[in-house]
């Protein structure tokens, strides 16, 4: 008989209930977790063990009763037909000796055949298929209610709109549960640009995934290449599926991507081979897993054994031992990026970890340095995030001697010297010198965009060739260039020079807001750039205005004045605009458009049959109204084209007037 609970084991409890609710919140909804899995699973397994020796303590509303976190805002919600369930984890070879009799013993068998396949880290979902066609995708949510995230998992390529008629019948009803993931090498793509551009990269490979896939514009989610593997399902009726190896081989039969490696064991001994053999090959795959999941192959059998509160008493998963290592923070330097971010970077002692040499590991924004407190001669706690990243998982404040530094941001660039800022509500510093060595290219791709000076040509390996050469050093420079120096360059005919110098001629007889994007200003896009030059009318005058006088520009706001002006008060920024201009650019004003229109704000959502959104941009400026990105009081037309979204709903709720195409198409003419 069990002890009753003592005052202290009760608030020990509860404390525990605390800190896990804490961190499922930081996990499911906000993906962004403070603790590693592994620390996430000893809390949860001290729990577990606490409420096993205590029954009378457990509650319907303790973590260890369900399965993951609350639906995030801006969704709809979708309730499950079928619970989600969550996996018990095995951490040693013993646990899952014990899982194997455990399961032999309610069998009342000797042997017991299972299917074994890897556990991608992703972020849990449910699609459900209606006649062999996609009717929704949600995300798991706690089990019960989830996400509806059916217009992004339609972005998907893996993801088949309608299941393939083929060798097997397609079923009337399919809810297949998987994993959305995202590769390891779009993982890393993705934290490049991420930090490039200041803002926080994923922790991990399943807070990517999240993070792509819980997007409110499914646009965001196309453009990421994410994945899905299946392993599962909820409800299934029309189709007839013995065993689970034989389910993974409908799903490729129906055009759904079954979970990869998958083998079916006939043995204990097969399944504790397969463990080592994909424990050895995980940095070779290439998508990261976290470990091997076993289930019983029968699915009859699944049924007999059943569920446990928040898991199937038939599957558990067997998690790899987390790749950690300690080790010291001798130096913390500034890295200049290619968009002019400084990042802190810190120098530690050399240490293994997963097999890999760490001798440098981001510590990516200044918030992330307070944060975690990291000084220089700390004692930190690193470990792999996805077996890609090294990354500091705490300070061992124990190990602190008194001497350890904090680390401040330079105030000057140390490559170039010019000044470092940062933007009121954001994280990132930033070099704002436009000749910076450390990102020249990123600046001369962006000069010659569309949006900005318009040379077709400016290729990402050609600018490469012109910095490295030393053909290029600054941005003038491009107005310096000749045939002979051009067609000296690799794949570079005379023919491609010609063309290139005629574009870079053509691209000096410019605007003055194309001119201004072109100088990559921060938060100074088109329509900011055409008010700065429709209200200043010079150059001359914008360059020499105060915070005040910018102030009075339309929509710019107290830290877009504060930016421009820190940006020309910059000498080096100043050299650079008049080496152009001496070089031949000569951007003309653009006087405000004054038509039918005027004053109009218009909010653009949903595709149009008739024309592109950029051109309906243009025929919307030309009659002197404007395009912005959000919906708000403010606004005075939405025009939704095909497929709205939340625009739309916002836009009625606030009794906005909203036109259809034709409706558009009237106001501003066909031609």
């Given at each position: 008989?069990?002890?009753?609970?003592?005052?202290?084991?009760?608030?020990?409890?509860?404390?525990?209930?605390?800190?896990?609710?804490?961190?499922?919140?930081?996990?499911?909804?906000?993906?962004?977790?403070?603790?590693?899995?592994?620390?996430?699973?000893?809390?949860?397994?001290?729990?577990?063990?606490?409420?096993?020796?205590?029954?009378?303590?457990?509650?319907?509303?303790?973590?260890?009763?369900?399965?993951?976190?609350?639906?995030?805002?801006?969704?709809?919600?979708?309730?499950?037909?079928?619970?989600?369930?969550?996996?018990?984890?095995?951490?040693?070879?013993?646990?899952?000796?014990?899982?194997?009799?455990r399961v032999r013993r309610l069998l009342g068998r000797e042997q017991v055949a299972y299917a074994v396949e890897p556990k991608i880290d992703g972020l849990a979902v449910e699609l459900v298929y209606e006649g062999g066609a996609l009717v929704s995708g949600a995300t798991r949510g706690d089990g019960l209610v989830g996400e509806d995230v059916t217009r992004n998992i339609r972005t998907i390529k893996s993801v088949p709109l309608r299941l393939h008629e083929g060798r097997r019948p397609v079923p009337s009803l399919l809810e297949v549960r998987g994993e959305v993931y995202l590769p390891v090498a779009a993982f890393r793509k993705l934290n490049a640009e991420r930090e490039e551009a200041g803002l926080p990269p994923f922790a991990n490979p399943r807070n990517s995934a999240a993070g792509s896939l819980k997007q409110l514009d499914a646009s965001v989610t196309a453009?990421?290449?994410?994945?899905?593997?299946?392993?599962?399902?909820?409800?299934?009726?029309?189709?007839?599926?013995?065993?689970?190896?034989?389910?993974?081989?409908?799903?490729?039969?129906?055009?759904?991507?079954?979970?990869?490696?998958?083998?079916?064991?006939?043995?204990?001994?097969?399944?504790?081979?397969?463990?080592?053999?994909?424990?050895?090959a995980r940095d070779d795959l290439p998508f990261e897993i976290d470990g091997l999941v076993v289930k019983v192959d029968d699915r009859e059998l699944q049924q007999l054994l059943g569920q446990v509160s928040r898991s199937p008493r038939w599957a558990i998963a067997w998690k790899f031992k987390p790749r950690q290592a300690t080790t010291t923070v001798e130096a913390i330097a500034a890295s200049v990026g290619r968009t002019g971010v400084l990042t802190p970077v810190a120098e530690v002692a050399a240490v293994?970890?997963?097999?890999?040499?760490?001798?440098?590991?981001?510590?990516h924004n200044m918030d992330e340095v307070a944060r975690k407190d990291v000084r220089i001669g700390d004692t930190v706690l690193l470990e792999r995030a996805g077996d890609v990243i090294p990354y500091v998982v705490k300070v061992l404040e124990e190990k602190r001697t008194g001497?350890?530094?904090?680390?401040?941001?330079?105030?000057?660039?140390?490559?170039?010297?010019?000044?470092?800022?940062?933007?009121?509500?954001?994280?990132?510093?930033?070099?704002?010198?436009?000749?910076?060595?450390?990102q020249l290219e990123q600046s001369i791709r962006f000069f010659g965009s569309r949006a900005a000076m318009d040379v077709e040509g400016l290729g990402e390996k050609l600018v490469h060739q012109?910095?490295?050469?030393?053909?290029?050093?600054?941005?003038a420079d491009l107005y310096h260039l000749d045939a002979e120096r051009l067609t000296a360059l690799e794949r570079m005919g005379a023919k491609s020079a010609e063309n290139l110098l005629a574009q870079l001629a053509r691209s000096k007889d410019t605007t003055l807001p194309r001119f201004l994007v072109a100088l990559g200003i921060r938060q100074v896009g088109e329509a900011?750039?055409?008010?700065?030059?429709?209200?200043?009318?010079t150059l001359d005058a914008l360059?020499?205005?105060?915070?005040?006088?910018?102030?009075?520009?339309?929509?710019?706001?107290?830290?877009?004045?504060?930016l421009v002006h820190h940006f020309f008060a910059e000498p080096q920024n100043r050299t650079a605009v008049r080496r152009l201009l001496d070089a031949g650019v000569r951007p003309k004003a653009v006087r405000a458009v004054r038509g039918p229109l005027a004053g109009q704000k218009f909010v653009l959502t949903g595709g149009l049959a008739s024309m592109?959104?950029?051109?309906?941009?243009?025929?919307?400026?030309?009659?002197?109204?404007?395009?912005?990105?959000?919906?708000?009081?403010?606004t005075d037309v939405v025009v939704a084209g095909e497929d709205p979204g939340s625009k739309l709903a916002k836009a009625e709720k606030l009794g906005i007037r909203v036109l259809d195409e034709a409706g558009f198409l009237a106001l501003v003419g066909r031609a």
């Open positions: 008989m069990a002890r009753a609970a003592s005052r202290d084991v009760r608030a020990a409890v509860e404390k525990l209930r605390r800190e896990i609710r804490h961190h499922d919140h930081r996990y499911y909804v906000l993906d962004d977790p403070e603790i590693t899995d592994a620390e996430y699973d000893a809390l949860f397994r001290e729990l577990q063990a606490l409420e096993a020796a205590h029954p009378e303590l457990v509650t319907p509303d303790s973590p260890t009763q369900r399965v993951g976190g609350a639906a995030a805002a801006g969704f709809a919600t979708v309730r499950h037909r079928q619970q989600m369930l969550s996996l018990n984890n095995a951490m040693t070879r013993e646990e899952v000796v014990d899982f194997d009799a453009r990421r290449p994410l994945a899905l593997a299946c392993h599962g399902v909820g409800g299934l009726e029309g189709a007839d599926v013995a065993t689970h190896t034989a389910l993974l081989a409908a799903f490729g039969d129906w055009g759904l991507p079954p979970v990869p490696r998958h083998a079916r064991c006939r043995t204990l001994q097969d399944v504790l081979a397969a463990f080592e053999a994909l424990e050895a293994q970890v997963g097999g890999v040499t760490v001798r440098n590991v981001s510590l001497k350890e530094k904090r680390f401040r941001m330079p105030k000057h660039c140390p490559v170039c010297g010019a000044e470092v800022v940062r933007a009121e509500g954001e994280v990132a510093y930033r070099c704002i010198g436009k000749s910076c060595p450390a012109l910095v490295d050469g030393g053909l290029v050093r600054q941005l900011t750039a055409k008010a700065l030059a429709e209200h200043f009318h360059m020499d205005a105060s915070e005040e006088a910018l102030q009075e520009v339309r929509d710019v706001g107290p830290e877009v004045a504060k592109t959104r950029p051109e309906a941009q243009r025929r919307i400026e030309a009659l002197g109204g404007r395009v912005v990105s959000s919906v708000s009081k403010e």
